[in-house]
Nanobody, 119 residues
Framework: QVQLAESGGGLVQPGGSLRLSCEASGITLRLNYMAWYRQAPGKQREWVAG???????RYPNSVKGRFTISRDNAKDTVFQQMNSQKPEDKDVYYC?????????????WGKGTLVTVSS
């Protein structure tokens, strides 16, 4: 059974840091392009970081210089270090392959981990 388990979210003050983790089971990630996404209630999911199997990374301008994605292929785990956090970073964060993992033709998403940025 495929599972993506995100963790590491929580409450952080503006300017603070968090490190998110995503552990996969039932699937090997090392050949996949992996990404972190975020989504606020009622809004479209936003792609915020990507890392290739060869460790090439990309970020949108909204998080560039503040977020760093990394991966441990041996452990099928993806990480995201988030520094200098802003109130607008408050969202539920998900990891997935890019394009998303499909199970029986339907995009699979884990439960995500909630990040709240507030003083």
């Amino acid at each position: 059974q495929v599972q993506l388990a995100e963790s590491g979210g929580g409450l952080v003050q503006p300017g603070g840091s968090l490190r998110l983790s995503c552990e996969a089971s039932g699937i090997t990630l090392r050949l996949n392009y992996m990404a972190w996404y975020r989504q606020a209630p009622g809004k479209q999911r936003e792609w915020v970081a990507g890392v290739s199997s060869r460790w090439n990374t990309r970020y949108p301008n909204s998080v560039k210089g503040r977020f760093t994605i990394s991966r441990d292929n041996a452990k099928d785990t993806v990480f995201q270090q988030m520094n200098s956090q802003k109130p607008e970073d408050k969202d539920v964060y998900y990891c997935n392959a890019d394009p998303a993992i499909k199970i029986e033709g339907i995009d699979y998403w884990g439960k995500g981990t909630l990040v709240t940025v507030s003083s």
